[in-house]
């Protein structure tokens, strides 16, 4: 008998059977060709249910996992979107269907602005994919990342399974590609002014970087082939996969965040050619190196870059990080964020960031938007090393639009920061469509512009501030105005649903079940990790901290009636070797592993009455 909280393979016919509810939302359905699908439709086929939001990094490294499936299986596998939005900006039907056409989402895609299907499967954690076999029965569920080899495992299963039954129905899906839309630039990320006056711009969807002329419309010329890929070489060969932050080095060279090859490139104005510096192309994971030769080392999601206190500076979106480039030593190391998710402030190496994805870089302060927490914060030299502080924002659940004092303001994912020539900050306020300022002289947040749809980044050009628009397609030149828009304030907090819990000692149980054919990796040690903290700290008074085991009780603090449980776990699992016998496991001296991680942020209250145990699913089944 597996200990609570660490579920270990259970055998297919002794699965619980629970049936999968229907597919409900008041968005509709996308890439159907105006068909709304019922899990009716999708009977003898095995539907993977991804629950994701368009902010959310890890979500966004859930759909490249789920692509080789989709291709290998697509006869079999139909892979179903159900969009739960974290942000209010993300309830718009509108911002929906253009994240669909930005991240080449290719399956049906339901949105699900009211978290209706979302508390139906009762999911606690962007990303989190449910399997349903071809019965309509829930199978597995998994939150986080690193699930790829799991799934892979689960289909084949399950195709032999139903294919003997009877159940299993071959053919077309149901997915429906919209209409192309004809346009220079297609979600583009951000820009840089090049010395002759012409703009560089990532052109993300288009996997493009492209010049524009001055006029920030005409193209110059493109640099890339235009598809998915990793390849150094000339403007017309380099392939790039959704580049996004720009920044000049040096050299003359522009440093290249190309950010779903987990890689950092170098384009060459002069020259047109298109090197790699650093990352390997694949993802970092936790246990991987930190710090090493460029070209040896993951990286994970890079969103933008900044030359700072003689280094080029990299904002780790993918693991909440802010990492280093030293082009004459060619090394990286982690420079500040621990990798878990939130605001903390203080040295750099203690710090906690969400999704960094702006820099801007000042002579005493490296500006950061830190886009999960819609905070503003600053590296700055201290006497040892770096010091973290925030400006504006107050944590991961609290946004909205308001300006004022910097400690009451609110910002809503921003996602880029501009330098001005004044002292101040310009701030991408990208879910309020709108161009914010901190002035650091007196502390107070403004709004500069409004009905700018999804700004991402700017750029100073003749005394002109050059916006991207994202979801516009194109660039915005404004003049920076003398004096701040009024706009009436707005203040939000996340949807997700609180979960009660009764005072006193709370059972938490992380599950986790190894893939068919794996087993929990102990060769150097514990497999697991569990780390739990709080918002506010003073809400647990035991359980706290860093651990090996999935499960653990933690003791609530008196006289706190609410507030946010963080959980960070990681389970890493390998080839079964003791499954195999003679010549096979021979074969399998050097087994194929797997990290399976995800981070919660549980929003709790307190009162009699409440449950307690609190269960999370890593990977299986909560029996």
């Known amino acids: 008998m597996a200990r609570p909280g660490l579920l270990f393979h259970v055998d297919m016919a002794s699965r619980a059977r629970v049936r999968a509810p229907e597919l409900i939302g008041r968005g509709g359905w996308l890439n159907t060709g105006g ?7 999708l009977r003898g086929r095995i539907v993977v249910l991804d629950f994701w939001t368009f902010c959310c990094v890890n979500c966004l490294h859930v759909l490249d996992e789920l692509r080789e499936l989709e291709e290998k299986h697509r006869d079999t596998v139909v892979i179903v979107g159900v969009h739960s939005p974290k942000f209010v900006h993300e309830a718009e039907h509108q911002a929906v269907v253009d994240a669909v056409e930005r991240y080449e989402v290719h399956h049906p895609v339901l949105d699900d602005p009211e978290l209706a299907t ?76 090049l010395p002759g006056g012409t703009f560089l711009v990532s052109d993300t969807t288009r996997h493009q970087l492209v010049e524009l002329a001055a006029d920030g419309e005409s193209v110059v010329r493109r ?61 970092w994971w936790q246990g991987s190196p930190t710090e090493g030769p460029a070209r040896e080392v993951d990286l994970s999601s890079p969103w933008d870059v900044a030359w700072f206190a003689d280094r080029l500076w990299i904002a780790m979106a993918g693991v909440h990080q802010l990492w280093t480039y030293d082009p004459e030593a060619g090394t990286v190391r982690a420079a500040a964020g621990t990798t878990n998710e939130g605001l903390v402030d203080g040295p750099a190496e203690e710090a906690w960031f969400a999704q960094p994805s702006g820099l801007a870089a000042t002579g005493d302060r490296l500006w950061i938007a830190d886009s999960e927490t819609s905070a503003v914060r600053y590296v700055e030299r201290d006497g040892k090393g770096f010091t973290v502080r925030t400006a504006v924002g107050t944590g991961l659940f609290d946004f909205g639009h308001r300006d004022g004092a910097a400690d009451q303001a609110l910002l809503q994912h921003p996602l880029g920061v501009t330098a001005l020539p ?92 190894a893939p068919e054919g794996q087993k929990l990796d102990t060769r150097y040690g514990p497999s697991t990790r569990l780390l739990v ?52 496991a021979r074969a399998n001296e050097y087994p194929a592993c797997h990290v399976h991680q995800q981070d919660w942020g549980v929003p709790v209250r307190i009162t009699e009455g409440g449950a307690n145990r609190l269960p999370l699913v890593l990977a299986g089944m909560d029996d």
């Not at 068909?35 to 439709?41: F, G, S, V």
């Open 422 to 513: 004044d002292g101040s900050v310009a701030i991408s306020d990208t879910y309020n469509h709108a161009l914010r300022r901190y002035d650091p002289a007196t502390g107070e947040v403004s709004t500069l512009a409004t009905d700018l749809r999804e700004p991402s980044g700017a750029v100073l050009a003749d005394g002109d501030i050059v916006v991207v628009e994202s979801a516009r397609h194109r660039l915005t030149r404004l003049r920076l105005p003398e004096e701040a828009v009024r706009v009436e304030a707005v203040a939000h907090r996340t949807q997700r649903a609180t979960t009660d819990i009764a005072p006193g000692t709370l059972r938490l149980d992380v599950v986790f079940q």
């Open 118 to 193: 979302w508390k139906q499967y009762a999911v606690r954690a962007w990303p989190t994919l449910v399997v349903i076999d071809p019965e309509g029965y829930v199978v597995a569920q998994h939150a986080g990342e690193g699930h790829a080899h799991a799934l892979e495992t689960l289909v084949g299963q399950l195709e032999a399974e139903h294919a003997a039954k009877g159940t299993l129905r071959r053919g077309d899906g149901p997915y429906v590609p919209p209409e192309p839309v004809p346009t220079e630039l297609r979600f583009p990320g951000k820009a840089l002014s």
């Open 35 to 41: 068909t709304d699908l019922t899990l009716t439709d």
């Open 223 to 283: 640099i890339g082939a235009g598809e998915r890929g990793l390849t150094d070489g000339t403007g017309e060969r380099a392939r790039f996969s959704e580049p996004q932050g720009l920044a000049p080095l040096p050299d003359g060279t522009v440093a290249v965040a190309d950010t779903v090859n987990h890689a950092l490139r170098r384009f060459d104005p002069a020259t047109g050619e298109v090197t790699t510096l650093a990352g390997t192309g694949r993802q």
């Open 533 to 584: 903290s709080s918002t506010p700290p003073e809400l647990l008074a035991g359980g706290d901290g860093a651990g090996t085991d999935l499960n653990r009780e933690l003791v609530l603090a008196e006289g706190v009636t609410e507030g946010v449980l963080h959980v960070s776990a990681m389970a890493a699992s390998c080839d079964d070797t003791d499954s195999h016998s003679g010549s096979a």
